[in-house]
T-cell receptor
Framework: DAKTTQPNSMESNEEEPVHLPCNHS???????IHWYRQLPSQGPEYVIH???SNVNNRMASLAIAEDRKSSTLILHRATLRDAAVYYC?????????????FGKGTLLTVNP | NAGVTQTPKFQVLKTGQSMTLQCAQD?????MSWYRQDPGMGLRLIHY???????DQGEVPNGYNVSRSTTEDFPLRLLSAAPSQTSVYFC????????????????FGSGTRLTVV
């Protein structure tokens, strides 16, 4: 399985933008980039996913490098409720894409 | 729209006891899976299913059984509980392939915290 590399932790201030990086240099053309987050004492929550183009939704934006070897999850205005562990995961787009392999993710701390 | 429902939320077992963790989803998802999460670690896949009647092992299957008789339900059975199975268990489901607005993004339950003494 293609692997991802994320910083162990990051810190941000409330109402400021946050850019969470992810490296995936061995990504294949059929891998989607998925982001999940896990708030304390909760199950992981889907945030966003993309293949080649940048993506936006109500929660975040996903910026994907042109060579697809890295991506960045952007929280436009961090709130205290965004404090969580953020996981960047590659998911094969074909039929056998049932497995999600979680790394340790990035622990985001948001300061008031 | 309940999503993925896990029961119970908390459970304490004695070593050697058996029990079943329940998982149900109402989104007509083909894929369902069970993960466990130990302190300070990421989630590890226990078992998964790609449809009713079809199950397979994940990364850490020993000591657990699953079955999938319906699309909606995917129970996880602990045959003889051991202290090493103390963990938080998450059930997750998703569509097959990329259909749906989440493009096969998983929906997770809120978890079952299991302690084996």
């Amino acid at each position: 399985d293609a692997k991802t590399t994320q910083p162990n932790s990051m810190e941000s201030n409330e109402e400021e933008p946050v850019h969470l990086p992810c490296n995936h240099s061995t990504i294949s053309g059929t891998d989607y980039i998925h982001w999940y987050r896990q708030l304390p004492s909760q199950g992981p929550e889907y945030v966003i996913h993309g293949l080649t183009s940048n993506v936006n939704n109500r929660m975040a934006s996903l910026a994907i490098a042109e060579d697809r070897k890295s991506s960045t999850l952007i929280l436009h205005r961090a709130t205290l409720r965004d404090a969580a562990v953020y996981y960047c995961i590659l998911r094969y787009s074909g039929g056998s894409n049932y497995k999600l392999t979680f790394g340790k993710g990035t622990l985001l701390t948001v300061n008031p | 729209n309940a999503g993925v429902t896990q029961t119970p939320k908390f459970q304490v077992l004695k070593t050697g006891q058996s029990m079943t963790l329940q998982c149900a989803q109402d989104m007509n998802h083909e894929y369902m899976s069970w993960y466990r999460q130990d302190p300070g670690m990421g989630l590890r896949l226990i078992h998964y299913s790609v449809g009713a009647g079809i199950t397979d092992q994940g990364e850490v299957p020993n000591g657990y059984n699953v079955s999938r008789s319906t699309t909606e339900d995917f129970p996880l059975r602990l045959l003889s509980a051991a202290p090493s199975q103390t963990s938080v268990y998450f059930c997750a489901s998703s569509y097959f392939g990329q259909r749906g607005p989440r493009g096969a993004g998983y929906t997770f339950g809120s978890g079952t915290r299991l302690t084996v003494v």
